[in-house]
């Protein structure tokens, strides 16, 4: 069982800048892969970042390339996304989410994540 609490949310003015934070307890942290997800009011739930166990692999879809990154500190059993020149439309409940799978393996897609955390409000205004 792996138990997930991100911090970090907040409002934040367009073009400016926030750090989530994603911190596990439970089992290894290393031989998860651990994903970023948000979902706005009425808009499905979408991915936002994913990073592999080792910290080897990253992914980011279009939306965020360029803006998002990730990255890990496996002693600390932490994952963090730092988030650049934010958009309005970036504004949305985020959640990080962990899945078995060690080495370099990705998993992007919210059904191949088994936990979850509870989520933090992001809020942009324009």
Request: hydrophobic share 35%; with cysteine.
């Amino acid at each position: 069982q792996v138990q997930l609490v991100e911090s970090g949310g907040g409002l934040v003015q367009a073009g400016g800048s926030l750090r989530l934070s994603c911190v596990a307890s439970g089992r290894t942290f290393s031989s998860y892969a651990v994903g970023w997800f948000r979902q706005a009011p009425g808009r499905e739930r979408e991915i936002v970042g994913a990073i592999s166990g080792n910290g080897g692999s990253t992914y980011f879809p279009d939306s965020v390339k360029g803006r998002f990154t990730i990255s890990r500190d496996n002693a600390k059993s932490a994952v963090y996304l730092q988030m650049n020149s934010l958009k309005p439309e970036d504004t949305a409940v985020y959640y990080c989410a962990a899945a078995w799978s060690r080495g370099f393996v990705l998993r992007n897609t919210a059904p191949s994540y088994d936990y979850w955390g509870q989520g933090t409000q992001v809020t942009v205004s324009s």
